[in-house]
């Protein structure tokens, strides 16, 4: 089997169990209309206003960030997922909720594709997306293609140093994996996922791949974008690392000891030229 198609297997598995946890809280969403995702809450300044745009959720989930954009004022959302099953639950929600969302089946490297070319004003992906993509250069031309000229780019994610621990090691910071963009994946079985549940998966191998806050960068100049923010983050939305960190405001998570010792998430934005 491919990666792909292993990752695939994973996703599909994990969605049901998502969809029930509190950590995504569906119900908090139904039950307040004003609720956001924490990923979304946490950036919501450096964000701004997006009254009116058009925006792309590229790897959306089962869509709690992709309603939050649709929350903040976007005149429509359309989220992307390759996960059947997160993009029932994605759509479901959306429709539940009456929001302006279509949500669509594909590949990221799909995108332009499946979504149509230049019509964005806004792409939005974040927290745990680009690790499943082989190819940062790749995604960057599918940012880029997406987007309207002047549209921009906003990203949260894991940083690739975080990304580049070892987090079976619990009592000390272990550089385990690459920093930097490899042709072979990182190979990880795991029988949990990242959310408050007892299950077991059956789906338990994943490929992952890091890439380097520079390749990042690097890929979207090469594409067209130019760097408008970048922040690195001492926090994160889940326990990366169990057993090293404490749980701060918002939802986020920090190390225990010494948290400026390392970035864990950064947020960028980019502008199309
Ligand atoms: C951790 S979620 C990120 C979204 C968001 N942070 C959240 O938690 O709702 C990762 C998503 O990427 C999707 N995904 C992984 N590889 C993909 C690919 N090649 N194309 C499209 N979606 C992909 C998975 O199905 C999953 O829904």
């Known amino acids: 089997m491919d990666s792909f198609a292993i990752n695939l297997l994973n996703w599909n598995e994990r969605v049901a169990l998502h969809a029930a946890s509190e950590d995504y809280g569906l119900e908090r969403f139904r039950s307040d209309p004003t609720h956001l995702s924490g990923v ?3 950036d919501r300044e450096r964000l701004g206003s997006i009254e009116g745009q058009r925006v792309a ?7 709690t960030d992709t309603v939050s954009l649709a929350r903040l004022g976007a005149a429509h959302v359309t989220g992307l997922d390759f996960s059947p099953m997160a993009v029932e639950v994605a759509r479901q929600f959306a429709l ?12 990221v490297y799909s995108a332009p594709e499946a979504l149509g070319r230049g019509g964005f004003d806004l792409v ?11 190819d940062i250069d790749r995604w960057a031309k599918v940012v880029s293609d997406l987007l309207v000229p002047g ?4 990203i949260r994610e894991g ?16 550089i385990g994996h690459p920093y930097f963009e490899t042709p072979d994946p990182i190979i990880d079985d795991e ?10 998966l059956q789906n338990t191998v994943t490929h992952s791949w890091n890439h380097g806050l520079g390749e990042v960068i690097t890929s979207l100049m090469e594409h067209g974008l130019t760097l408008t923010g970048l922040i690195e983050h001492m926090s994160v939305p889940w326990a990366a690392l169990p057993e090293q960190m404490t749980p701060a405001c918002g939802g986020e ?6 948290p400026a010792r390392l970035p864990l998430t950064y947020t960028l934005q980019a502008v199309k030229h």
């Open 40 to 42: 979304v809450r946490f």
């Open 57 to 63: 959720h590229l790897q959306c989930h089962i869509g």
């Open 96 to 107: 539940d909720l009456e929001a302006p969302i279509d949500i669509v089946e594909a590949d």
């Open 124 to 134: 939005y992906t974040g927290i745990g997306a680009l690790c499943w993509l082989p």
């Open 151 to 154: 549209g921009r780019l906003f």
């Open 159 to 174: 940083h690739p140093v975080l990304w580049s621990l070892d987090y079976e090691v619990s009592d000390r910071l272990v």
């Open 191 to 200: 029988e949990t996922t990242y959310v408050d549940s007892v299950a077991r």
């Open 253 to 258: 998570w920090v190390l225990t000891d010494r």
